[in-house]
């Protein structure tokens, strides 16, 4: 009953770690929802009257194609109601995570002889940094 309880628990964790990793984080004000959003790239490319409304930030794999990604966080900003999105900042990420470990050797008198090890694997991801901007006309 123990090792099931512990594959359970592993299992879960690892669905919670996972499922968090994709999702577009946002701070700022909402409004009623919108239906068309307008993109730019810097701010002064906006001609209309506007507020900054919040900033998103969307960490998602470096395999996930752009289109799907700017889809994304243009799906977030309709949800939050805002006129506008400039992508602020889009780069390339580099996570590492380190697993296993093991120990062997002998205790001496001043010290430890023995072979420790561990494996870091390495995954490559973009971040994606904008502003949601609401027209104030």
């Not at 068309?36 to 395999?63: C, L, T, W």
Request: aromatic fraction near 8%.
């Amino acid at each position: 009953m123990g090792k099931s309880k512990n594959i359970t628990a592993a299992l879960t964790l690892a669905l919670a770690l996972t499922s968090c990793g994709n999702r577009v984080i946002y701070f700022g004000r909402t409004y009623a929802p919108t239906t068309n959003i307008d993109i730019f790239f810097r701010e002064s490319d906006v001609k209309q009257p506007h507020e900054i409304m919040g900033k998103v930030v969307y960490e998602v794999s470096a395999k996930k194609r752009s289109e799907k990604v700017q889809e994304k966080l243009l799906r977030a900003g309709r949800r939050k109601g805002a006129d506008a999105i400039i992508f602020d900042d889009i780069q390339l990420t580099r996570t590492g995570s380190t697993t296993g470990g093991g120990a062997a050797g002998a205790g001496f008198k001043r010290g430890f002889l023995g072979i420790f090890g561990s494996k870091t694997r390495y995954s490559k991801g973009q971040q994606v940094k904008g502003t949601m901007l609401k027209y104030t006309n």
